[in-house]
């Protein structure tokens, strides 16, 4: 509030337009971008309260861009012509998923005009919005590689690898445009408001509101083989030659392909194992994989060596579950190399201490810790699945050798 006669503000005198107290304002700093690509932001009604959200500088600066505040986005009549028009191509979500592509390839689906769809929140709140809103959620789904870790200095976030909105459409945009989208206009904004804030904070002000306080080391739980260097931990992922359940003499699930990816120096390696078995009936329905291309595979024996090879120099197995790591003991059974690690890590629990949370499913665990590369490099469904299981052990080991390096320094 101004005082009478007075030309000074109060530090909690709100700019309009942006919404941010006057001396942390970042409005001088904000110019419109042109863009191509329509942009639709949803965004949680609980992140539009919050007064460092960075949608609200995406909107201000892409003028061909709209702001929706919801979570049951299906009742929206804007978002139900999208999902119409996505019919016919040229509509996209930002958002990963099993099914997610490159971004890049949004440009070449579009017919007329580009929509671009991201949703605005917490990782919690956007799959809030998702789940209340199916229509919405059954848009194509594509992703991005961030290019450099997120500069939202003054907000926590999950991840080194996760980015908050404005510096996802960033990567989005740039991926789709090119040099045409001016990237350093759209950063202008959201970097002033980063640097305003933490000077204001070091400033003392803010009636000791964002003084520093002695804070209790919270550091997250990881696994201790992702904290050695280097790590020697391969990730490996597994389909079988099951039969269902309600047969009576359903034999033991044998392992018909294995996918595995070192996290030291990124080595790759697919192996098609031949079943020794009739193939199941729905065995090339869920692996993805042609009756032909599985029954063409190596022997166990052949395998047996050539896994023995790949992970000579690493003695960690890491899988998503137990049921991976027994599909691959039993392949090894009676072979010369009987036994596939020294030791084995299980990520789905691992991810779970972390965030001290459930985590559901891999492919929906592997967002929690920020976007997910889209190559594909192996065959069936294990090409979606794989880079998610990677993509959570480099993330994990991230965080491991981050704590290493904060306890390793003198007190």
Sequence with gaps: MRSEGDNEFSPRDLCPRCARPRVVC???????????TRVVIIQHPREADVPINTARIARLCLPNSELVVTVEADREALVRALVERAKEGGVGLLFPGDETRDIRDLAEDSQGQRTLVVIDGTWWQASKVLKKSPALASLPRYGIVPQSPSNYRIRKE???????????????LSAIEGPSVDVR?????????????LAYARAGAGYGRHKKKPKEDKRREVPEQLARTPTGVVVAYAESNAWPFERTDRPEP???????E?????????WIIAPERELAPDTTRFTELDAPTILAGISRAQFAREWAEFTAATPTLA??????????????EGTDHPSPTLDWLDLHPAAARFFKSRVGTLAECSPRFGTAPTERWARGRAAMRIPHLAHIARALRHEAHRALDVTSKPA
């Design 319 to 332: 899988t998503w579950n137990h049921s991976a790591f027994e599909l691959v003991t039993r392949a090894l």
């Design 158 to 172: 999950p991840s080194i690898e996760c980015l908050s909105t404005i510096e996802a459409l960033c990567e989005a």
């Design 185 to 197: 206009a759209m950063l202008a904004p959201f970097d002033a408001m980063v640097d305003f804030q």
């Design 254 to 260: 044998e392992l018909v392909q294995w996918v595995a």
């Design 262 to 270: 070192r996290i030291d120096d990124g080595a790759r390696r697919e």
């Design 26 to 36: 970042y409005c001088a700093h904000v110019r419109e971008v042109p863009t191509r």
